[in-house]
């Protein structure tokens, strides 16, 4: 089969896009995961949270949990641990393994290694507060995702 100057242009042009989050497989194109990533944040003000409490939001499509990051500031030496959770349409919620032990203030505490990280779509998901024994004045958490399409 002979190729024309527009076939051999076109293929240059999918080869040079490829390694920059797509790959290039003979025939196909396809994205890579960092194309669908995403992030959530999660803000505690101080006073309003007890241990137990979740703070949740709902996903349309299923996603992959990659890490969660916490900080926490404030006069108090905080101690509470949160934990990402799955939740069914009932309320009942159980961890991801990604879990925040935040015992300083101004220190980031990261957790990249799940032991669930599949959340499945239409599920509810979100951060629990675990342990609240003292709470720092703001605890910020940002959850990072990869959307499984």
Known sequence: MTSTATELNLLDTVTDLAGRSLTFNSSTLDADAELSRGEESFT????????GDEIIKHTNFALT???????????????????????????????????????ANLTLVTDDSPTDAVIDANDWWGIELTTLTTEGDLLHCTVEYTRDD
């Open 65 to 103: 949990l990659v890490s969660l990051d916490c900080i926490t500031n404030g006069v108090t030496t905080p101690t509470e641990t949160i934990n990402v959770v799955e939740c069914t349409s009932a309320g009942v919620c159980s961890s991801s393994g990604l879990t925040a032990s935040m015992t």
């Open 44 to 51: 505690v003000y101080a006073g309003v949270a007890t241990a």
